[in-house]
């Protein structure tokens, strides 16, 4: 079974997206290489789209190692309520390339406007689903790096 691409304006009207942009306060930024677009807050505070480019979550632990933890690429939606931050750890993400980045602020997105929109109902739903499939793709990777030997991981790749 084919597994559906779910983005955060599936299923919403060009039109429709253009009055949730400002009915949400959206706001988009340009980033170039090296930049950071986002450090991660106990907050939160707003929720992150990449419209086109290339980003890096990162996280560094107490000791100052860096670990990359996902790519995100055109669609990819990132911000505090997909990564809880851990008190030891500082999570941010850093742009790869020419970057932009549409922010939208989360208190916005989790309370309805008076107008009670169908098309925000459709992406509250969207931004569930994505995170679910976030959460299962993280499930996997554990999954293969939690077997006892190459030869299972690779037969389960």
């Not at 340009?30 to 890096?56: D, P, Q």
């Not at 997909?82 to 989360?106: C, G, N, R, W």
Request: charged residues 30%; contains cysteine.
């Amino acid at each position: 079974m084919m597994e559906r691409h779910i983005t955060l304006f599936t299923d919403i009207l060009p039109e429709e997206q253009e009055r949730m942009r400002v009915c949400f306060h959206a706001r988009e930024d340009i980033f170039r290489n090296g930049e950071t677009i986002m450090e991660y807050s106990r907050s939160m505070n707003k929720i992150g789209l990449v419209l086109y480019g290339r980003a890096i979550l990162y996280c560094c632990d107490e000791e100052g190692n860096e670990y990359m933890i996902d790519e995100l690429k055109k669609d990819a939606v990132f911000g505090e309520p997909f990564l809880l931050p851990a008190d030891s750890q500082h999570y941010y993400v850093t742009a790869e390339e020419e970057t932009k980045v549409m922010f939208i602020d989360y208190d916005h997105v989790i309370k309805r406007c008076e107008k009670a929109c169908h098309h925000h109902s459709q992406m509250v739903s969207n931004l569930l689903q994505m995170a679910a499939m976030q959460s299962r793709q993280q499930m996997e990777r554990i999954y293969v790096l939690s077997r006892t030997t190459t030869k299972k991981n690779y037969w389960h790749i």
